[in-house]
């Protein structure tokens, strides 16, 4: 599929988060900091936020939120291989991953459906648009040509510095404190994980469609 662009970027840091933008920020954007976070002032928060956290031997976790353009209309099928099943399972394998939503999400069940369905009109070049994206580019299961657009929930690290309670193998009280380099936020490392994720389940799609698709 060429010109379809995957880009990835750490969104919200536990409760840091950087503001809504349109579109699809740049590979620039995303690595302009450790974070890749694509809003720098936001990013130096979060950073700071992870060093405070990784100080006091604890950690943090956050989202990620993936858009893809340029994806054909049609990729997916409407009962067992869905797009966003497919992509959810693929985001939900990650390690740390605990939580999948894909266009409004979870908001879209606080909206009647006269306001979340996406209107379609026709474009300057004669392609078919939508005015919302509230669908997250799949509908019916079935890529629709728009932007695809989820977001993934990381969990803090496990493994952490400070001393917790535990059981034995015995199921006897004690306590484990943990030991060696653990990532105080696995997020920055994960956004080049779902970007390759969300690429695997792209590519495994246009295999399936086979020649349905003029790609």
């Known amino acids: 599929m060429p010109n379809v662009e995957i880009r990835a970027w750490v969104e919200s840091v536990h409760s840091i988060s950087m503001p809504s933008i349109e579109g699809i920020p740049t590979e620039?954007?995303?690595?302009?900091?450790?974070?890749?976070?694509p809003h720098a002032q936001?990013?130096?928060?979060?950073?700071?936020?992870i060093k405070k956290a990784r100080a006091e031997g604890d950690s943090v976790g956050g989202v990620i939120r993936c858009r893809i353009a340029n994806v054909p209309a049609g990729l997916g099928e409407p009962v067992f291989d869905r797009l966003e099943a497919d992509l959810a399972k693929a985001m939900l394998s990650i390690?740390?991953?605990k939580g999948f939503e894909i266009g409004s999400g979870f908001a879209g069940a606080r909206m009647f459906g006269s306001a979340h369905n996406d209107e379609f009109f026709v474009g300057e070049n004669g392609e078919v648009c939508t005015k919302t994206n509230y669908s997250g580019g799949v509908q019916g299961g079935i890529s629709n040509g728009q932007i695809i657009d989820f977001r993934v929930a990381f969990k803090p690290t496990a493994t952490i510095l400070k001393e917790q309670k535990t059981l034995t193998t015995a199921k006897e009280p004690t306590t484990v404190v943990g030991r060696g380099r653990h990532d105080p936020c696995v997020?920055?490392?994960?956004?080049?994980?779902?970007?390759a994720?969300?690429?695997?389940v792209l590519?495994?799609?246009v295999l399936a469609a086979g020649k349905k698709l003029p790609l």
Do not use: G, H, I, K
């Open 203 to 205: 590519a495994d799609a």
């Open 28 to 37: 620039e954007q995303v690595e302009a900091n450790e974070v890749r976070c």
């Open 42 to 49: 936001t990013a130096s928060r979060m950073a700071e936020f």
């Open 187 to 195: 997020l920055p490392r994960a956004v080049a994980v779902v970007e």
């Open 95 to 97: 390690p740390a991953s």
């Open 197 to 200: 994720m969300a690429a695997l």
